[in-house]
């Protein structure tokens, strides 16, 4: 009886007096019913489970993450709209039980035969691939924005210069913390009416001829006379016909959603380039891309491209060029360069988020707190690594590739499944690092291959440096002086 006590009491042993639990004459009873208790819920669980897909759901019940009888049906009721979403893993059959409490035998053939208000997606059929667009695989353009107003004519051109079929593109922005006064939301509903009316070139084109545009596209500033002189021949013929075929193109679906985070650091490029800012500036930036990006992916989506709104110059095909690398890479990213004006130099590499890990990175980050984030490019973490930018060769053959540990933001093109299962812009420190770079370490840890393409080069616009600007104004006293250009 003892033995029978020490069975039932819950653990852990605490050092009590059993003697007055001691059963007394009545044990026997209990004893059975404690034995046969289980037994008999395990009979009608097991009647109910049997039974229950029949008889006991009604279509009243809420079928919120119940399983049917397949593993690989799972209904999804969309909290408070009347949509039921049945999500069928492979290409297995499944019993669907509609909303309305009739009952299918088979699948319907095609998606016109159920009611408007339940979907059927087979996610065996959005995994990115090779041949993506002949596959009619769709994309999900994914664009963060703040405090932007003045690029988004750079944006809608870069993004209507896109080869591959628009009408396979969704695209979502997310706008946050715009500072007063600044219209990029306004702008950006107003741009993306008009692109989807087919009516957004000749919008476009009429405010160029209001702005001179050299140097980053549609801008008047003063740095643009000491932009490099092929740099903005090639920025010209860039915005300029001839146009691809599907330029004014609708896109299949664009989203425009609004939320602040409070990032309250300026978007200036001297204030949010300060070291000591970065790693709260990064975490917040990885909070507003996993925003993002969990309203606006769906079901059909094979792949998602992250794309910044500040890029001048990016080959058409940026796309379908990456998708090559389908077969043996989940996450493609290109070089990021920038043309700085004539007296930095005519180019510099941009993007120094990507990289490849060192050993003294790894040592560095033992140093570390738990909490720190390293951020590339800057003095305070010699991290030796090897980065992207700087392994360009002008003139290298584009389709070579290095593996990648950390990635930049500016273009990150990547399998949807990559997100489905689980990856993230850390927006906490993980492994020492935030946002896209912490993304790179995820999803390598997941198992994910990041593919780099060091010679296939996308231009990231100049924005003048606090110093650049008080450099500008100097050459630009010292010309009036003198009547003629002189930097010593
Ligand atoms: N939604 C949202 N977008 C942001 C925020 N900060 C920047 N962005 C956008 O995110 C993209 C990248 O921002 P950048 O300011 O260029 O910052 P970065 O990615 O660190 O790159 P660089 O500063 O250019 O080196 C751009 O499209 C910005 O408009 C933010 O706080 N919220
Ligand atoms: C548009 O695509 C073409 C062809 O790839 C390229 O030469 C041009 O620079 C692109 N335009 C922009 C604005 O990037
Ligand atoms: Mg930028």
Redesign the pocket.
């Given at each position: 009886m003892q033995h029978f006590i020490w069975r039932f009491r819950s653990k852990p042993r605490l050092p009590i007096d059993y003697g007055d639990l001691k059963p007394k004459k009545s044990n026997f009873k209990q004893f059975k019913w404690r034995k046969i208790g289980p037994i008999l819920c395990a009979i009608i669980l097991f009647v109910y489970i049997i039974l229950g897909g029949k008889y006991f759901s009604s279509s009243e019940a809420d079928p919120a993450g119940s399983k049917s009888k397949t593993d690989s049906v799972t209904f999804r009721e969309n909290m408070g709209q009347k949509s039921t979403q049945v999500l069928i893993n492979n290409n297995q059959n499944a019993e669907v039980q509609l909303k309305n409490g009739n009952e299918m035998s088979d699948l319907p053939k095609n998606e016109d035969d159920l009611p408007d208000s339940v979907h059927i997606y087979d996610l065996g059929k959005s995994q990115g691939k090779i041949k993506a667009e002949q596959n009619e695989q769709r994309v999900l353009l994914l664009?963060?924005?703040?405090?932007?107003e003045n690029?988004l004519p750079l944006?809608f051109r870069n993004m209507m210069n896109m080869t591959y079929d628009h009408s396979l593109i969704d695209v979502a922005?997310?706008?946050?913390?715009c500072t007063k006064g600044d219209r990029?939301l306004e702008m950006l509903y107003k741009y993306s009416i008009a692109l989807q009316e087919k009516e957004l070139l000749p919008m476009l084109e009429e405010h160029d001829n209001r702005v001179t545009s050299k140097g980053f596209y549609g801008t008047t500033d003063l740095y643009t006379r000491y932009m490099p002189e092929d740099y903005i021949k090639k920025v010209k013929n860039a915005f300029s016909p001839p146009y691809h075929e599907g330029y004014t193109k609708p896109f299949h679906n664009i989203e425009i959603y609004q939320?602040d985070?409070g990032?309250s650091?300026g978007?200036g490029?001297s204030d949010?380039?300060d070291v000591k800012i970065?790693g709260i500036?990064?975490k917040?930036?990885g909070r507003?891309?996993n925003?993002?990006l969990s309203v606006a992916l769906r079901p059909y989506h094979s792949w998602v491209y992250w794309?910044?709104?500040?890029i001048e110059l990016c080959p058409g095909d940026v796309l379908q060029f990456m998708m090559k690398f389908a077969k043996n890479f989940d996450i493609m990213i290109p070089n990021v360069w920038r043309p700085p004006p004539t007296f930095l130099g005519n180019e510099q590499p941009?993007?120094?988020?990507s990289w490849i890990e060192s050993d003294e990175a790894l040592k560095l980050a033992k140093t570390l707190d738990e909490d720190d984030v390293i951020v590339e490019g800057y003095a305070e973490y010699p991290t030796w690594r090897a980065h992207l930018a700087y392994i360009r060769d002008p003139n290298g053959n584009p389709n070579e590739i290095v593996s990648l540990d950390g990635v930049?933001?500016?273009s990150i093109l990547a399998k949807a499944e990559v997100f489905r299962r689980g990856a993230n812009f850390p927006a906490f420190t993980f492994l020492n690092h935030a946002?896209?770079e912490a993304f790179g370490k995820m999803s390598k840890q997941m198992g994910f291959k990041i593919a780099g393409l060091p010679h296939y080069t996308i231009w990231?616009i100049y924005?003048p440096s606090q110093e650049d600007l008080q450099k500008i104004s100097q050459m630009e006293r010292k010309k009036r002086r003198f009547g003629k250009y002189n930097d010593n």
């Amino acid at each position: 009886m003892q033995h029978f006590i020490w069975r039932f009491r819950s653990k852990p042993r605490l050092p009590i007096d059993y003697g007055d639990l001691k059963p007394k004459k009545s044990n026997f009873k209990q004893f059975k019913w404690r034995k046969i208790g289980p037994i008999l819920c395990a009979i009608i669980l097991f009647v109910y489970i049997i039974l229950g897909g029949k008889y006991f759901s009604s279509s009243e019940a809420d079928p919120a993450g119940s399983k049917s009888k397949t593993d690989s049906v799972t209904f999804r009721e969309n909290m408070g709209q009347k949509s039921t979403q049945v999500l069928i893993n492979n290409n297995q059959n499944a019993e669907v039980q509609l909303k309305n409490g009739n009952e299918m035998s088979d699948l319907p053939k095609n998606e016109d035969d159920l009611p408007d208000s339940v979907h059927i997606y087979d996610l065996g059929k959005s995994q990115g691939k090779i041949k993506a667009e002949q596959n009619e695989q769709r994309v999900l353009l994914l664009i963060p924005l703040r405090n932007c107003e003045n690029m988004l004519p750079l944006m809608f051109r870069n993004m209507m210069n896109m080869t591959y079929d628009h009408s396979l593109i969704d695209v979502a922005f997310l706008v946050s913390d715009c500072t007063k006064g600044d219209r990029t939301l306004e702008m950006l509903y107003k741009y993306s009416i008009a692109l989807q009316e087919k009516e957004l070139l000749p919008m476009l084109e009429e405010h160029d001829n209001r702005v001179t545009s050299k140097g980053f596209y549609g801008t008047t500033d003063l740095y643009t006379r000491y932009m490099p002189e092929d740099y903005i021949k090639k920025v010209k013929n860039a915005f300029s016909p001839p146009y691809h075929e599907g330029y004014t193109k609708p896109f299949h679906n664009i989203e425009i959603y609004q939320k602040d985070f409070g990032q309250s650091i300026g978007q200036g490029f001297s204030d949010r380039h300060d070291v000591k800012i970065q790693g709260i500036r990064r975490k917040l930036m990885g909070r507003s891309r996993n925003w993002l990006l969990s309203v606006a992916l769906r079901p059909y989506h094979s792949w998602v491209y992250w794309r910044d709104v500040d890029i001048e110059l990016c080959p058409g095909d940026v796309l379908q060029f990456m998708m090559k690398f389908a077969k043996n890479f989940d996450i493609m990213i290109p070089n990021v360069w920038r043309p700085p004006p004539t007296f930095l130099g005519n180019e510099q590499p941009y993007d120094l988020n990507s990289w490849i890990e060192s050993d003294e990175a790894l040592k560095l980050a033992k140093t570390l707190d738990e909490d720190d984030v390293i951020v590339e490019g800057y003095a305070e973490y010699p991290t030796w690594r090897a980065h992207l930018a700087y392994i360009r060769d002008p003139n290298g053959n584009p389709n070579e590739i290095v593996s990648l540990d950390g990635v930049g933001g500016v273009s990150i093109l990547a399998k949807a499944e990559v997100f489905r299962r689980g990856a993230n812009f850390p927006a906490f420190t993980f492994l020492n690092h935030a946002e896209t770079e912490a993304f790179g370490k995820m999803s390598k840890q997941m198992g994910f291959k990041i593919a780099g393409l060091p010679h296939y080069t996308i231009w990231h616009i100049y924005e003048p440096s606090q110093e650049d600007l008080q450099k500008i104004s100097q050459m630009e006293r010292k010309k009036r002086r003198f009547g003629k250009y002189n930097d010593n």
